[in-house]
């Protein structure tokens, strides 16, 4: 995608494609596991371990949003 074809995300289309969700309790962010490649969503708290299969490597997605850096 170039720096043309993005459109700035308006209040109503920002949270469409991340990965976090809100419920009383607080954000819960989904996480990828590093053996078994499950999704796990996780809150504030809870243990660092994929659901499936045990293994305690998770990975944070890689955001849908454009991120762009200026060089110098």
Do not use: W
């Amino acid at each position: 995608m170039s720096r043309e074809q993005y459109q700035v995300p308006n209040t109503s289309s920002f949270g469409a494609g991340s990965q976090v969700m809100y419920d009383q309790a607080g954000p819960t962010v989904t996480y990828l596991c590093g053996d078994c490649a499950a999704k796990v969503p996780l809150k504030k708290g809870d243990p660092i371990r994929c659901k499936e299969c045990g293994h305690r490597i998770l990975y944070k997605e890689r955001t849908k949003r454009m991120v762009q850096f200026e060089a110098r």
